[in-house]
């Protein structure tokens, strides 16, 4: 077996005991998210399967770990899962790289609480009416949230999502603003309301998710902006999928395309293409086919909108749809090749975290969703190997939907034959240990 640098280096220094290894990633991933401002490092722990499985070089670690990982040995990830030929490479201290980052840190908090009293002397300063700039103070920051929202732990937005919602609403009931400022308004308080609806969802809430994306549809019948009311209807599907109420997201989903047929932007694929994954709950095969037919035919004709040029949570680009399409395939038991081939592109297309679609939470419902499939045609392996990825997530991305598509892996590893393998009991041990999300949220 090829003998990696990461393994040399950890003989070396003597943490070949998955304790004694762990404990020292755990200082280095404590360090690390200090001075770097990246509090979901902290709970960037492998499992001692996961160590043993780097250290004989059977697996690559994620992209936490990877960071981790690097600045303990002051190697690329490359060059650590290279062969160890030669004599040791020489690293320079975590110390000498400690300092700068440390001060690049402070620099930037007090950047960030500078900003954040300017906004708030520029908010205060237009007291008798409402100026441009506080408009665009609002639109930007709504334009930020839309693109940071699914590549980043809900704690570390949450904030500015709560305060940016309240100053919306706020301004719309103090009638500082001119008529022609009032639709912009209700379109920002529409996509805030939308953002904490998701929010509500993610954080396993759904009654206070359907009390935020209420109030998101009546203001965005206040706009007269069928985009936003189709959008908020898919939302209400979203969050009815995710809590089993499969009927009720076939319900929302179908709404929201039947009273907005004239949308062109990539909302009317997302409607269908939510149908197509609430038929399958109820297993209705051919609602499947015909909705999946349709978010096909759709995306023909799109042409991107005013909320796909918002981007982030706000479009529905096509490495999605694939992804929705694969799991409307898998959650009908279906696991042939074409089904395999679906999931596989899908895992694939959300495996580049720097491209501009990728949500971790798409990432990890995709290899759920391989997870399955390659369950289905008797891969323990592979079941286990996709899923991995998903399971080492710091529990601080763990959101309602992560959790539901993880808790499907397991009931499936419960039935059939597969049940009494030591893989799959091994699995199903380690997914009932694989809680949500538990955020430290400001009030």
């Not at 279906?334 to 596989?344: I, P």
């Amino acid at each position: 077996m090829r003998k990696t640098l990461f393994r040399l280096l950890v003989d070396e220094k003597e943490w070949k005991d998955p304790g004694a290894f762990i404990h020292q990633f755990s200082k280095a991933a404590e360090k690390l998210a200090e001075a770097e401002n990246a509090p979901a490092l902290r709970t960037c722990t492998p499992a001692a399967s996961t160590f043993e499985a780097w250290y004989y070089g059977q697996r690559t670690p994620n992209r936490d770990a990877r960071r981790v990982l690097v600045s303990m040995f002051g190697h690329s990830i490359e060059r650590l899962w290279g062969a160890a030929d030669g004599p040791l490479p020489s690293t320079s201290p975590a110390n000498d790289r400690a300092i700068p980052h440390a001060v690049l840190h402070e620099m930037r908090k007090g950047a960030e609480m500078a900003a954040r009293r300017a906004r708030e002397f520029a908010l205060g300063a237009e007291q008798g009416q409402l100026g441009d700039e506080t408009l665009g103070f609002l639109q930007d920051e709504v334009k930020r949230i839309a693109g940071i929202y699914q590549r980043v732990p809900l704690s570390s937005v949450f904030g500015d999502l709560v305060r940016a919602q309240e100053d919306v609403f706020r301004l719309i009931e103090g009638g500082r603003h001119r008529p022609t400022q009032l639709r912009q308004l209700q379109i920002m308080a529409t996509l805030l309301s939308w953002f904490m609806a998701k929010a509500g969802h993610d954080m396993d809430d759904p009654h206070t998710a359907m009390m935020q994306a209420r109030t998101a549809g009546v203001c965005a019948q206040q706009a007269e902006h069928p985009g936003l009311m189709a959008l908020v209807d898919g939302l209400k599907s979203l969050i009815t999928y995710w809590t089993g109420q499969a009927d009720d997201a076939l319900f929302y989903a179908r709404k929201g395309a039947a009273e907005h047929p004239e949308l062109r932007g990539s909302v009317s694929v997302w409607l269908p293409s939510l149908e197509a994954r609430a038929a399958a709950l109820l297993g209705n095969a051919e609602t499947v086919r015909s909705a999946n037919l349709r978010a096909a035919e759709s995306r023909e004709h799109v042409v991107p909108d005013d909320l796909d040029q918002l981007g982030g949570l706000l479009t529905f680009p096509e490495p999605k749809q694939l992804y929705y399409t694969a799991e409307s395939h898998v959650l009908l038991g279906q696991g042939d090749a074409e089904t395999a081939e679906q999931a596989q592109r899908a895992a694939a297309a959300f495996s580049d975290r720097s491209t501009e679609h990728w949500a971790f939470g798409d990432e990890a419902g995709a290899l759920c969703n391989l997870s399955l499939v390659r369950l289905y045609g008797g891969d323990l392996d592979g079941t286990a190997d996709a899923l991995r990825p998903v399971l080492d997530l710091p529990t601080d991305q763990r959101n309602r939907g992560i959790v539901v598509s993880a808790q499907r892996v397991r009931t499936a590893l419960a039935q059939g034959p597969v049940r009494t393998a030591a893989v799959a009991r091994e699995l199903r041990e380690e997914i009932g240990q694989f809680s949500p999300t538990r955020l430290a949220l400001p009030h």
